[in-house]
């Protein structure tokens, strides 16, 4: 079974093999320091032993300088050179002894030397004695007897034994401390190069464990910023850090796609449901324009028709002032009332247009309030796609920061989508409003005009009458303008209904064109969401 480590553990474990490298490092260097000092003292110490023999011997021969002068001269202070030297040759006999103390034939030479030095000094001891008390020629007679030269013949040969073994201990010590300062080198050596090499593997070790998956992330990560959402994050079977954060990756944008799929199909919709509400918008607008020139011109009908009725009146008016002329006008009342049956028949012909106009404009109105409707659920499912693709992406953390910015916008945009509808519902109100009036007028101003058209025929009867009968020709001039004032009435009236329609196709055709633009903005809205999801390549 393979232990499983993290991350921290793999990085702990190559600074604690470098740690343990280094304390192999400074043992090293530490003994290898430690038995070099060690060398060196050695070596020192042999150059302080053939030292002291060196000045040992110098001071037997100050000791027989002095005996010398002062044997030649008499002069005591000629014996200073001897004084100082029997001192110092004790002080430095003594001095090779501790020195030398872990050598056992160095310290069997310096006993044999011992006596040695004791009878040489006795000699030269004797030869002052002699100068003092006796004469000169005796002392030197003790000199160049050569008493003693024996014994410091001897003494110069042990000592040369002495400084030989000495000098070849120094040579031995002195190849052992190069020897050594060789071993130290090529120690340091090898232990800083398996140093290296070992920084070397553990750093190449934690770049392919660890900064190489974590490289791949980064860049799958900018993929995904920058609106790739195809990108496949490959999930190690690993057990660390990088093996979730790896996971987590893959989970994230497999959530991210599916998000992005259902913004994409709500996106569409969206604009489908946009483009036919434009397009029944502009065919509201164009209905309501038409509408609006129809009842123009109805109105111009009406007033034309209102000048023949005054101008009628004004007829049976001048037939009931003068009888006599009745026959003579009777043929002109006849035409005349022949152009308003024809004028009142147009009329009809046009209220009828009105009126159908107007049911169209209710159907379309009923029917653009159920893309609305659509619209607005939509908008409503749109806005609850935004919530939940808000919280996947606070789910996804820092990397789902620039989702969460997405969501928002459309979260925006349904919201503008749900006031659109709801603007476009209001003037859809107004306009079923105004269409129902615009009925009402149309069926009041029909009736007035059916009206028009029995009391014109009435009229066109009564004045065909006038022809046989003078007499009742005034009677029926009398009612002619009876009628003729109510007709100026009617028509008085069917004119106000006119103009009404009038305003009331104004304002349809002004709600139409605000209906057209607010369905426009709707699709612009689409578009935009569209293009902002299309960014996201699933």
């Not at 008493?147 to 040369?160: A, F, L, T």
């Not at 796609?257 to 509201?284: C, D, H, K």
């Amino acid at each position: 079974m393979s232990m499983k480590w993290n991350v921290g553990t793999k990085i702990g474990t190559g600074f604690g093999l470098c740690g343990i490298l280094m304390l192999v490092l400074a043992g090293v260097g530490y003994r290898s320091t430690s038995t070099s000092l060690e060398r060196a003292h050695w070596v020192a110490h042999s150059e302080q032993v053939l030292g002291d023999f060196s000045r040992l011997l110098s001071d037997l021969q100050d000791a027989e300088t002095g005996q010398r002068g002062y044997i030649i001269t008499g002069l005591e202070n000629y014996l200073e050179p001897y004084k100082s030297g029997i001192a110092q040759l004790e002080e430095h006999r003594k001095s090779l002894l501790t020195l030398t103390a872990d050598n056992p034939k160095q310290q069997r030479r310096l006993t044999d030397l011992e006596p040695l030095i004791r009878t040489r000094l006795a000699v030269l001891q004797r030869g002052i004695d002699a100068r003092r008390t006796k004469t000169f020629e005796a002392a030197q007679a003790i000199i160049m007897s050569g008493e003693g030269q024996k014994d410091m013949d001897e003494i110069r040969r042990c000592m040369q034994e002495m400084t030989d073994e000495e000098e070849g201990l120094l040579k031995q010590r002195e190849a052992e401390a190069t020897q050594g300062a060789s071993v130290t080198y090529w120690s340091f050596g090898l232990v800083t190069l398996a140093g290296v090499v070992l920084n070397l593997i553990i750093g190449v070790s934690v770049s392919r464990n660890i900064a190489g998956p974590l490289n791949k992330l980064t860049a799958v990560a900018d993929r995904i910023a920058a609106g790739d959402l195809s990108v496949n994050v490959l999930a190690e079977a690993r057990s660390d850090e990088v093996g979730t954060l790896a996971r987590t990756f893959e989970r994230m944008t497999h959530s991210l796609r599916e998000q992005m799929r259902q913004l994409t199909e709500g996106a569409s919709v969206l604009g489908a449901s946009a483009s036919e509400i434009v397009a029944s918008s502009t065919q509201l607008a164009a209905s309501a324009a038409e509408s609006a020139a129809a009842v123009s011109e109805t109105a111009t009908t009406v007033q034309e028709v209102r000048q023949t009725v005054e101008l009628a009146s004004q007829k049976a008016k001048a037939v009931s002032d003068s009888a006599q002329k009745a026959v003579q006008f009777s043929q002109s009342g006849r035409k005349s009332t022949e152009e308003v049956v024809a004028g009142m028949t147009r009329i009809r012909q046009q209220m009828e247009a009105i009126a159908a106009c107007m049911v169209r404009l209710s159907e379309q109105s009923q029917t653009i309030g159920q893309i609305v409707a659509a619209v607005e659920d939509l908008a409503a499912q749109s806005n609850l796609l935004a919530v939940n693709a808000a919280i996947e992406a606070a789910k996804a953390g820092e990397h789902g920061k620039g989702f969460g910015v997405v969501a928002q916008e459309v979260k925006h945009l349904a919201e503008q989508s749900r006031q659109a509808t709801n603007q476009v519902r209001t003037i859809l109100s107004d306009i079923q409003k105004a269409t129902t009036a615009a009925v009402m007028a149309t069926e009041q101003g029909g009736k007035a005009v059916e009206a028009g058209e029995k009391q014109t025929g009435a009229a066109g009867e009564s004045i065909q009458a006038l022809a046989g009968s003078l007499t009742e020709a005034a009677q029926v001039a009398i009612q002619i303008a009876t009628t003729g004032q109510q007709q100026l009435a009617g028509m008085d009236q069917v004119a106000t209904a006119m103009e009404s329609i009038k305003q009331a196709s104004s304002q349809n055709v002004a709600s139409a064109k605000q209906l057209e633009t607010a369905a426009s903005n709707l699709n612009n809205l689409g578009a935009r969401l569209k293009q902002m999801v299309e960014k996201y390549k699933v």
